[in-house]
C-alpha cells in the first residue's frame, strides 16, 4: 500500500483578522493493489439482483426525514413493521413481497444505482448529488411534502463580500485567479462544482469541512459555503447570507425508483403503481374538507345555479346537489336539497359564508384523507418514461 499526502498552504481570509490555523489540512491518497487477483471471484451486484425474488424499498434510517417518512406512510395505510427497532429490515404488511430495508440517505441512491434496492424515498438533493445524473434513477413522485430545504451558496455578510448580493457579483470579483481561486466549503462535492462550472466561475477551488460548514469563513479555511437551507436561521447566526441566483437546487423528499428493476423485475412495476395511488391520493386530499349544507329550492338545477353562481364553491368538478325528502301532509316531497362540494383550507370559512349567504344551512364540514383520480396522472408520466 502507497501512501501520498500533500500540505497545503493556509491563507488567511482578505476579510478576517483571525491569524490562520498553525497546522495544516492534511489530505491523503490511498492506492491499494491485491496480490492474488486469482482468487477473487467477481459477483456483480445484478447478478445478486436477479436472483432474488422479494422487492426491496429504502427508507432513510435516522432523522426528521426518517420520522416525516414513516408517518407519511402511516397515513396512506402502509404502517411499516419492525420486530425489533435495531434491525435494518423490515415490512410492509399491506403489500406482498415488500422488503422494506433502513439505510443512510446516500447509501439509498447507491444501492438503488447498484440494483441493491428497487424503490426507495430520499430528499431530491441526495439523490442529485449521489445519484450523479444516472439514467437509471427516476423520480416517480417529486413532491412528497416533507424535508423542504434548498441547497444554496452562502457568503459573509462582512469585509470583501459586504456588497456583493448576487452570483453575478461574485463572479466578477477581480480578486479570483488561478493563484487566489474562490475556496468553497461543502459536502456536496458534485452539485458543488457542477454549479459553479454552469454559472460560469472558473477559479475556485473546493474542501469538504468536518462539523458545521457555517464556521469556516469565519475560520478562514473557506470564502464560501454551499450547503443545505431549511430557515436560514443558521446562516444568519454566523453572519452568513445567500444572494441572488446562487440557489443550486430546491429539494424534498421525492419517490425514486429504479428503471432497470421497473422493467426487468417481476412485481416492481405493480408495487410502484400501489404506493404511487395511495401517495397521490393522500397528498391531494391534504388540506381539503367535504363540506355539505342543505339549501331550499325548486329543483336540483337551481339550487345549482345559485352554488355555481359563487366561484369559490365549485369543487373539483362541481356540486353535487341531491333531494332531501321529507314527509308533509302525508306526501313524500323534497323541499330541500343537500349540496355537497370539496374545499381548501385556506378558504373554508369564505366558502362556509357564501353557502349561507345562498340560502345554505345546518352546514357540516370535515376532513378529506383520500382523493382518488379515474387515473393517477404521474401513473401515465411513468410509462411514458419507461417506453410502455
Given amino acids: ?77 402502509l404502517s411499516v413493521k419492525q420486530v425489533n427497532p435495531r434491525q435494518y429490515v423490515a415490512e410492509i404488511p399491506q403489500i406482498e413481497n415488500l422488503e422494506v430495508w433502513f439505510q443512510r440517505p446516500k ?16 430528499g431530491l ?20 411534502g416533507y424535508g423542504d430545504c434548498h441547497l444554496s451558496l452562502a457568503i459573509p455578510q462582512y469585509g470583501i463580500f459586504e456588497n456583493i448580493n448576487s452570483l453575478r457579483d461574485l463572479a466578477q470579483m477581480p480578486l479570483w485567479t488561478a493563484d487566489r481561486p474562490l475556496r468553497v466549503a461543502t459536502g456536496f462535492t458534485y452539485l458543488g462544482p457542477k454549479f459553479m462550472k454552469e454559472n460560469g466561475l472558473c477559479h475556485v477551488t473546493f474542501s469538504t469541512a468536518d462539523g458545521a460548514l457555517e464556521a ?30 446562487g440557489v443550486v437546487l430546491e429539494s424534498q423528499a421525492v419517490l425514486v425508483a429504479s428503471k432497470k428493476s ?3 423485475r417481476q412485481g416492481v412495476l405493480d408495487t410502484i403503481h400501489e404506493i404511487l395511488e395511495r401517495f397521490e391520493a393522500h397528498l391531494r386530499a391534504a388540506g381539503q374538507f367535504t363540506v355539505v349544507a342543505n339549501m331550499r329550492g325548486s329543483s336540483a338545477e337551481e339550487v345549482a345555479e345559485r352554488v355555481l353562481s359563487q366561484p369559490s364553491l365549485s369543487g ?10 321529507c314527509k308533509r301532509d302525508g306526501k313524500t316531497t323534497a323541499e330541500y336539497y343537500a349540496i355537497v362540494i370539496c374545499v381548501p383550507k385556506k378558504s373554508l370559512y369564505k366558502s362556509v359564508q357564501q353557502l349561507r349567504a345562498i340560502g345554505g344551512s345546518g352546514v357540516l364540514v370535515s376532513p378529506l384523507t383520500y382523493i382518488f383520480d379515474e387515473e393517477t396522472p404521474r401513473w401515465r408520466e411513468l410509462l411514458l418514461k419507461l417506453g410502455l
Fill in 216 to 245: 469556516a469563513p469565519a475560520m478562514g479555511t473557506a470564502d464560501a459555503i454551499v450547503d443545505l437551507v431549511s430557515s436560514g436561521t443558521t446562516l444568519r447566526e454566523n453572519n452568513l447570507k445567500e444572494i441572488e441566483g
Fill in 316 to 325: 373539483l368538478q362541481g356540486p353535487t346537489v341531491s333531494p332531501v325528502f
Fill in 1 to 77: 500500500m502507497a501512501l501520498i499526502q500533500s500540505f497545503p498552504q493556509l491563507r488567511s481570509s482578505p476579510f478576517n483578522s483571525l491569524p490562520p490555523p498553525s497546522f495544516p489540512t492534511r489530505f491523503a491518497v490511498f492506492r491499494c493493489s491485491i496480490a492474488s487477483p486469482s482468487a477473487v471471484v467477481n459477483v456483480s451486484s445484478e447478478d445478486i439482483a436477479t436472483k432474488r425474488n422479494n422487492i426491496r424499498l429504502g427508507l432513510p434510517s435516522k432523522g426528521r426525514m426518517a420520522t416525516d417518512t414513516l408517518e407519511l406512510l402511516k397515513d396512506c395505510q
Fill in 125 to 144: 438533493d441526495t439523490v442529485s448529488e449521489f445519484g450523479q445524473g444516472n439514467e437509471d434513477l427516476i423520480i416517480v413522485h417529486e413532491a412528497l
Fill in 107 to 122: 447509501d439509498v441512491v447507491r444501492k438503488l444505482v447498484s440494483g441493491d434496492l428497487d424503490i426507495g424515498i430520499v
Fill in 262 to 264: 421497473l422493467i426487468q
